[in-house]
T-cell receptor, first 115, second 111 residues
Framework: KAGVTQTPRYLIKTRGQQVTLSCSPI?????VSWYQQTPGQGLQFLFE???????NKGNFPGRFSGRQFSNSRSEMNVSTLELGDSALYLC??????????????FGSGTRLTVV | SQQGEEDPQALSIQEGENATMNCSYK?????LQWYRQNSGRGLVHLIL?????REKHSGRLRVTLDTSKKSSSLLITASRAADTASYFC???????????FGTGTRLQVFP
């Protein structure tokens, strides 16, 4: 079966712009989580969606937002981009949200560079 | 914030040797997971161990969990060059239902 698909793979944006990243989970998976990975901060939890509802949110400013559609596809949006937003953004899907004992399946990520 | 911290931060070994990585976490958990990440790519789920389990095996992987010490270890036996990657532990942070990752161990296996 198809894995988790993230688009685009690479993105270069200018400070102040906004960006939308997309994630299509594995068919049948209804839980989608987003992570930001940087060399300095490691893997940081952004948010998690299940059945179109945001269940959890990490400690990120309001410039970071997301949503999930009825087909479980998810998007995250970052407005007013800053240089520090440059990172690998990873999406993961799971059958059920935590505390269910299911592993997450990750996409290959979107590499965002803000110049 | 990080729930788990891995030790060592980096590990270099020869092919055929065993690699052991440790993870310590801060709060009570329902389960603990280990993931592998090849450079700049997505993470791959390796194994999940529940809080009521003490040891679990999967192929060349052996995971132990000590909830009294809030620690886990991942052992890779007979390492191969293809095992070169970063390894992360992840836990559901207490009752927050968030999967939080540790800082990772970078493993280099030389042929």
């Amino acid at each position: 079966k198809a894995g988790v698909t993230q688009t685009p793979r690479y993105l270069i944006k200018t400070r102040g712009q906004q960006v939308t990243l997309s994630c299509s989970p594995i068919s049948g998976h209804r839980s989608v989580s987003w992570y930001q990975q940087t060399p300095g901060q490691g893997l940081q939890f952004l948010f998690e969606y299940f059945s179109e509802t945001q269940r959890n949110k990490g400690n990120f400013p309001g410039r970071f937002s997301g949503r999930q559609f009825s087909n479980s596809r998810s998007e995250m949006n970052v407005s007013t981009l800053e240089l520090g937003d440059s990172a690998l953004y990873l999406c993961a899907s799971s059958l059920q949200p935590l505390p269910g004992a299911y592993g997450y399946t990750f996409g290959s990520g979107t590499r965002l560079t803000v110049v | 914030s990080q729930q788990g911290e891995e030790d060592p931060q980096a590990l270099s070994i020869q092919e055929g040797e065993n690699a052991t990585m440790n993870c310590s976490y801060k709060t009570s958990i329902n389960n603990l997971q280990w993931y592998r990440q090849n450079s700049g790519r997505g993470l791959v789920h390796l194994i999940l161990i529940r809080s009521n389990e003490r040891e679990k095996h999967s192929g060349r992987l052996r995971v132990t969990l000590d909830t009294s010490k809030k620690s886990s270890s991942l052992l890779i036996t007979a390492s191969r060059a293809a095992d070169t990657a970063s390894y992360f532990c992840a836990t559901d942070a207490g009752n927050t239902d968030k999967l939080i990752f540790g800082t990772g161990t970078r493993l280099q296996v030389f042929p």
